[in-house]
């Protein structure tokens, strides 16, 4: 796995709120390593910011990840996305859902998002 380049906080449109991998292990209640085994998997998304790996909170949600993140995660991948490329595409504004695919995910539209999702690959 190639290793993740550093997300400033302007450059790219994202989440409110970010948590390091310990915060996502304690928060899913797991050892660190199935976290990063979760990362290696694409079941979870991480950048580096500010030198650290961190995931988006809004992608784990009561306890657990959202539950069509992996699904899109490996969309995405499959239509060439890096994990940058793929956390832009998740918090990119879209007035048709409306907001953006990451707050999409936690909803009824979570279907419309894998959908664009799987077009992307096109």
């Not at 994202?14 to 797991?30: F, K, S, Y």
């Amino acid at each position: 796995m190639t290793e993740p380049r550093d997300v400033n906080a302007g450059e790219t449109p994202g989440p409110a709120e970010w948590l390091t991998l310990p915060d996502v292990a304690e928060r899913l209640d797991l050892g660190i390593s199935k976290v990063h085994q979760m990362i290696r998997d694409r079941a979870l998304l991480a950048v580096r910011r500010d030198g650290i790996m961190r995931v988006p909170a809004e992608l784990v949600a009561n306890s657990t990840v959202l539950k069509h993140l992996p699904g899109v995660l490996t969309l995405l991948h499959d239509a060439g996305y890096n994990d940058q490329e793929a956390l832009e595409w998740l918090y990119a504004e879209d007035d048709t859902l409306p907001g953006s695919p990451a707050s999409a995910l936690a909803g009824p539209r979570a279907t419309e998002v894998k959908r664009r999702a799987q077009a992307a690959g096109f």
